[in-house]
Every structure is written in C-alpha cells, then in structure tokens.
C-alpha cells in the first residue's frame, strides 16, 4: 500500500467533451503527483465546437461538496474554474472561509482563476457575477490567473504590450490577491507567449514563442490546476507558477485534434512519454 499523496481541489464545471473544466483540472493535477477532488458548480454540453448548454448545480450542493472534501480527505490548496453565478460565488467565499482555504491563519492557499468566458466566447459566467469574483474572491486568493478577456472585463485594461499587461496586473493586485498571473496566451499577434506575474513589487516574466497550434482548449484550466497542485505539495507560489509554466508549455506541444473545431491541450503528456520508453 502506498502513502495517501497531497491533495487538491478544483471547484469548477464539467465540460463534456473532456478538454477544459474539471476533466482537463482532475489529468493535470494527476500530472503532478497530487490526488484532485472536485467540487462541481455546472454541467456544461459543451463540444469541440462550443458550449450548447449549462446546467447549474445547487449553491448550496457546491458549498457541501467543498466540506465534505476537505473535512474528511483535506488539502493542500484549492482553485477555482467556472463558477457561474452570482450565488455560486457567495457560497464558495463563505464555505472557503468555514473550511480554511484562503488567508486566514493556517488556511492554505486558494487559486482563483476568473473563467468567463469558453474558448468560442460563450458566456460561462452570469452577467453579475464578475464583481462577486473581484469583491468576494480576489481578497481571499493567494493568486489569480486571468486571461486578457477577462482581464478586459475584470480591469477595463486592453493588454496590447509588456507595459499594458503591468498596468493590467497592477490594478488587479489592487483588488486583493496576494499575487496575479496575467496571461498572454490570447495576445495572438506576438511570436512570443509571455505571462506576467506580480506581487505588488516584483514581477516575473515567464515567456516563451508562441507554439503554432489552434487546439488550446483547457490551456488556462490545465496551467492553473498544475499551479494549485504545486502549491499542495508545499511550493511558493512563484516556484509553483514556474513549474507549472515549464508543465503547460509541454501541454500546449502535444495537443491535438479532437471533434472539428478547437482539440485539447494534453494535460497527460508524461504518460505518452512513459508509454514511448516502454515501447
Ligand atoms: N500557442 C501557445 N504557445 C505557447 N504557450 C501557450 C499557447 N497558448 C497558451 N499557452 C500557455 O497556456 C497559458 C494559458 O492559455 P490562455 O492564455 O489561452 O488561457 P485561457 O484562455 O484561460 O485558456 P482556456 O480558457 O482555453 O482554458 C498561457 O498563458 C500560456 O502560458
Ligand atoms: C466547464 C468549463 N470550464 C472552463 C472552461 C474554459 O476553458 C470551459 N470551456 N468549460
């Protein structure tokens, strides 16, 4: 029998062509050696091509899932997908602070990566809920991972530049989490992909050229659950942000094709390679 290994949480929606969500969440904390549980806010129909539809779940199913885990499996960091709604929000932010994910004393670290939109640009957030996130997450996190559209929705920034993505992470450290990842992947006209990431001082620069592939579905799911799955096992949050950027370039290299519109990111690169060197 081996030892119980650390442990993560996702708190996200399930997509059910298998790339993004909880799905592309549970493979990449898995790729990095940590057990995920999952508490689930919706039930997407979503394909290649987009999202068909949504089912929510209950808040207060949402909020019982987060308990059941951690009070009886525990973890090590916790992050956020699609959260939905409004209601879903408010309590996930109550039930994290019951739990202690968040920063309160001895409360570990939480990832909030403020999904709005699908791939396509449907709409995986309500209307109201973007302001629940600022006001009622970003104070709790330790980090935040926004892409540049929700930078736009979350900031009113257009990130267009290095200096621009500064400005953008600045005023979003202004709005609580103790560090911010501003992620250039949708910055398509640049050869190079740079993420940026900053403390309210320091800023580190994770860059690399930008891989030529049009499936990067569950890019931003994969990155940030490889993040929280760093963090589980004890990492600062610079150091697991650097290992997760190294984990996802890899991700981003061995996507594929899948269905006839945008195909995954391959959050389970290590297991071909594994598999490769048994051949
Ligand atoms: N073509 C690419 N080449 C290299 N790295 C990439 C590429 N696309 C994405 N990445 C990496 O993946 C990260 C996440 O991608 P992106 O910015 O598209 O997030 P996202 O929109 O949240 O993703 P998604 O919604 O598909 O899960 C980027 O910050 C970057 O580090
Ligand atoms: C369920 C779900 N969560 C997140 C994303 C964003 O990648 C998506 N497309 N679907």
Not at 56 to 74: F, H, K, M, W, Y
Request: charged share 20%; glycine share 10%; proline share 6%.
């Amino acid at each position: 029998m081996a030892e119980t290994p650390p442990r993560a949480l996702t708190i996200a929606g399930s997509d059910s062509g298998g790339a993004a969500g909880l799905e592309a969440d549970l493979r990449a904390m898995t790729a990095c050696g940590v057990h995920g549980c999952v508490a689930v806010t919706a039930v997407t129909v979503q394909n290649s091509l987009g999202v068909s539809g949504v089912h929510l779940v209950p808040p207060e199913t949402v909020a019982a899932q987060v308990r059941a885990v951690v009070t009886d499996i525990g973890v090590g960091a916790a992050k956020t997908g699609m959260l939905a709604s409004r209601e879903i929000i408010d309590a996930v932010a109550d039930v994290v602070d019951e739990v202690g994910i968040g920063r309160g004393p001895g409360a570990v670290p939480f990832v909030v990566d403020p999904v709005a939109a699908s791939m396509a640009g449907e709409q995986l957030l309500a209307d109201d809920a973007m302001e629940a996130i600022r006001t009622r997450l970003f104070p709790r996190a330790a980090l935040a991972t926004p892409n540049l559209d929700e930078v736009r929705l979350l900031a009113g920034i257009t990130v267009t530049d290095a200096e621009t993505a500064r400005e953008a992470a600045r005023a979003l450290h202004a709005m609580g989490p103790r560090y911010v990842l501003v992620k250039g992947g949708h910055l398509r006209g640049s050869p190079e992909v740079i993420d940026l990431l900053f403390d309210g001082e320091q800023t580190w620069e994770f860059s690399g050229p930008r891989i030529d592939t049009p499936h990067v579905h569950g890019a931003g799911d994969a990155l940030a659950s490889a993040t929280c799955a760093a963090l589980a096992r004890g990492a600062t949050v610079p150091d697991a942000v650097a290992a997760a950027e190294r984990y996802i370039r890899r991700a981003v290299a061995e996507s594929y094709p899948l269905g006839a519109g945008v195909g995954p990111v391959s959050p389970l690169w290590a297991i071909d390679d594994a598999l490769r060197a048994r051949e």
